[in-house]
């Protein structure tokens, strides 16, 4: 896992493809949550969801990398209030 300290309120979160995955809200132990706008479609828009720090491969220029392709990634969201 890279180092979480690393994650800024807003940066950009990509997968390994390179595609959008969110925008960071704020790092909660160790996982990053995203901004409500990034944060599921349908009965899941308006929600914080949350990525794992398990899945940042790297930070680097104020963007969070994911080890897995975004269309990976989003099946491992939890919604607000899941650990």
């Given at each position: 896992?890279?180092?979480?300290?690393?994650?800024?309120?807003?940066?950009?979160?990509?997968?390994?493809?390179?595609?959008?995955?969110?925008?960071?809200?704020?790092?909660?132990?160790?996982?990053?949550k995203?901004?409500?706008?990034?944060?599921?479609?349908?009965?899941?828009?308006?929600?914080?969801?949350?990525?794992?720090?398990?899945?940042?491969?790297?930070?680097?220029?104020?963007?969070?990398?994911?080890?897995?392709n975004?269309?990976v990634a989003?099946t491992?969201?939890?919604?607000?209030?899941?650990?």
């Amino acid at each position: 896992m890279a180092d979480l300290s690393q994650v800024k309120e807003h940066a950009e979160v990509i997968g390994a493809d390179g595609v959008h995955v969110g925008t960071v809200d704020s790092v909660e132990g160790d996982r990053i949550k995203l901004t409500k706008p990034d944060s599921g479609l349908g009965s899941h828009k308006g929600h914080h969801h949350y990525i794992s720090g398990g899945l940042v491969a790297e930070v680097e220029d104020g963007v969070v990398r994911l080890s897995a392709n975004a269309a990976v990634a989003i099946t491992f969201e939890e919604e607000a209030g899941e650990a």
